[in-house]
Each structure stands twice: as structure tokens, then as C-alpha cells.
């Protein structure tokens, strides 16, 4: 097969993984599509953790077995070598004697990292690597920054006016109210974007000013795990995040309790890195930073950031919370029904 084709089908497997974005946690994405005499014979996807591999799905749903044995399996990631929640991936490749294993990206994670390779090369299959690496690297952003940086995968959230603020001037006639800058699209995107990440993170002002519930009710979807900075526990009691019965970790510098789906987390000491080495040992591998702007500022001025999403939307506020300091070359641009959607990468 030429390079050409293994890149079709390696595209098809990173289309099929994309099925299960923010529903693997902690496991990486993975597509899996078997080809016998250039046609597609099987195919399946990772689509939750705990349950079976994309290769075993895709082996599983090839109806005549006898063909494996002639046949190539493509794979956007390393196939695992080792006991989990399910048995080793190559061992399955191994046991039906499929010859050819081509794969994306080599594992990051140090259970696998290239053993995979060598397995499957000791089992006798010629393995092809790195077809579409960037492609299969991307996919699997968060998972390779996770296991790469000790630490989760960091995007940054705003919507600013086309006059560069971010909030119009708090008191206490709009204290606790919002001020939508970007439009109803925009703000389902967001709860799309939610459903996709480990957890959603804001500093306790936002908390005290919006009142947000950080969830998903605009999107069908899982909730995400929901952090708040809260260095002096100043957090009402009355809040939403607060008061209802989903899971939200406040990180202080005062104490730490566990009171039913409410965690405080005594952080010492309590900066960026000790949150974020909590957040790796609890296995949080992405976390979408909601605001306000103190709390983005913190985490670029750290360089602490792996992607940025800014909506720029055409009001104006003349006067307000300005918009973060931040500047980046990278930078690509959308449309949502108005709204001007930037994405920029570190």
C-alpha cells in the first residue's frame, strides 16, 4: 500500500475517535478500521473508559474472522501492551495474526511507549509509523500534554467586545446579574465545549459577581468537574455552585473538608503549580478557564496556557473590565452568527 491510502484510512480513524471527545477521560481517543484488499472490512472506536478498545471493537465487528489474517489494521495510537480496566490490545492483533499494524502516534503514557510496537513486532506484524502524526497528535492534545507536562491540558475562555472589555463596571444594581457579550450561539458553543473537558475552573469572583452554574444545560452532554480559586473561602453559601448536587472542588489556603459532592482542598502553597500537581495526581487531564479576568491573567502570565478560544462580538461597553493581557501568533477565526470566534495556540 502506498502512503496515500494509509493516510485515507488513518483519517478515517481519527474521524471515528472524534466520536468520543470528553467521553474517555482518562483514556486518549482512538479510532480503529481494518482493510482487506483495499475495502473497509471493520471499524470501531474507544467510546468510553472502562469499556473495550477502538481495536477490539473494530476486530469484533469484522464478520469473517478467517480474513483477519490477510488483512491491515490501522490505529491513530499505539496499541496498549498492558493490564487495565481491559486486557492488552496486542494481544488480540496477535492472537487473529493480523500482519500489518499501521499507527499514528507512539503512546506517551509510560505503560505503553512504544512497547506496544515491540509487542506487535514479536508477534510477527510489520508495523508502519507516525502516518499522519500531526493529525493523530492533535487529536490526542490533552492526553500528550497530560502525560508530557505532568499537568492538564489548559484552555483559556473569553468574550470580549469589539471595544476590548470583558464585563461592564460591577455595583449593586447589576451585582449578580450577567451581561451576555457574545450571542446564544456562542454561549451553546460553550457548553458544548464544557461537555468535552475534564472540568471548568473560574476564580471566586466570578462566583460572587455572575452566580454561573457551569454546566451543560445548553448542551446534551456530561458536566464537567467544576474548580473554583478561592483562596479566602469567600464563596457564598448561597451560590449555585454551592447549593446544588454537583461535584465542585473550592481550593483555599485555610482548610480542607469533604462535605457530600463539595470538596475544599487546602493548597500549600497556594499558587498555580501545587493546583495544577493536584489536578495531574486526580487525574484531570483538561480544564477549560472560564475567568474572570484575574485568574486568566494568572495563567498567562505564567505561560500556563495550550489553547485560547476569544469571542469578539460587535458591542461596545466604552467603559468596564478590560481584557487580559495576552498576545499570540497563532491564530485561526470563525463565525458564530456574528460573533467572531478566534483560536490561538501556545
Known amino acids: 500500500m502506498n502512503k496515500t491510502i494509509d493516510q485515507y484510512y488513518m483519517q478515517r480513524c481519527i474521524n471515528l475517535a472524534q466520536k468520543a471527545l470528553g ?28 469499556q473495550h478498545h477502538a481495536e477490539v471493537n473494530a476486530i469484533n465487528s469484522v464478520s469473517d474472522k478467517s480474513l483477519l489474517k490477510k488483512s491491515t489494521i ?26 500489518r499494524v499501521v499507527i499514528g502516534s507512539i503512546d506517551p503514557n509510560p505503560k505503553v511507549a512504544g512497547n506496544g510496537i515491540k509487542s506487535l513486532e514479536q508477534f510477527g506484524c510489520k508495523v508502519t509509523l507516525g502516518v499522519l502524526k500531526k493529525e493523530t497528535d492533535f487529536l490526542n492534545r490533552r492526553f500528550f500534554t497530560f502525560h508530557k507536562k505532568k499537568r492538564p491540558y489548559l484552555i483559556l475562555k473569553w ?28 454561549r451553546q458553543k460553550v457548553h458544548q465545549w464544557r461537555s468535552q473537558e475534564s472540568a471548568v475552573l473560574v476564580g471566586v469572583q466570578t462566583i460572587i459577581d455572575d452566580d454561573p452554574e457551569l454546566t451543560t444545560r445548553d448542551w446534551e452532554g456530561s458536566n464537567p468537574l467544576r474548580l ?6 469567600r464563596t457564598p453559601i448561597d451560590s449555585k455552585v454551592y447549593r446544588d ?6 481550593f483555599n489556603k485555610l482548610k480542607s473538608s469533604n462535605n457530600n459532592m463539595k470538596k475544599m482542598i487546602k493548597l500549600k502553597p497556594f499558587n498555580l503549580q501545587t493546583f495544577l500537581n493536584y489536578c495531574f495526581n486526580q487525574e484531570i487531564q483538561s480544564i477549560i478557564i472560564e475567568g474572570g479576568k484575574i485568574t486568566l491573567q494568572h495563567f498567562i502570565d505564567a505561560n500556563l496556557w495550550d489553547e485560547a478560544r476569544v469571542f469578539v462580538a460587535s458591542k461596545k461597553l466604552n467603559r468596564g473590565t478590560p481584557i487580559p493581557k495576552f498576545s499570540s501568533l497563532s491564530q485561526t477565526s470563525v463565525n458564530i452568527d456574528g460573533d467572531k470566534l478566534n483560536f490561538f495556540f501556545n
Open 23 to 50: 467521553k474517555t477521560y482518562p483514556n486518549p481517543m482512538v479510532g480503529s478500521v481494518i482493510v482487506h484488499e483495499n475495502k473497509i472490512i471493520g471499524e470501531g472506536w474507544h467510546q468510553k473508559a472502562g
Open 74 to 99: 490501522y490505529v491513530n495510537l499505539e496499541p496498549c501492551s498492558h493490564f487495565g480496566k481491559t486486557p492488552p490490545c496486542v494481544e488480540i492483533i496477535g492472537k487473529y495474526m493480523i500482519p
Open 159 to 186: 468574550a470580549q467586545t469589539s471595544d476590548h472589555f470583558i464585563a461592564p463596571l460591577k455595583n449593586e444594581t447589576n451585582k449578580g446579574s450577567v451581561y451576555w457579550i457574545s450571542n446564544q450561539k456562542s
Open 228 to 233: 473554583i480559586l478561592d483562596p479566602e473561602n
Open 245 to 250: 448536587k454537583r461535584n465542585t472542588y473550592f
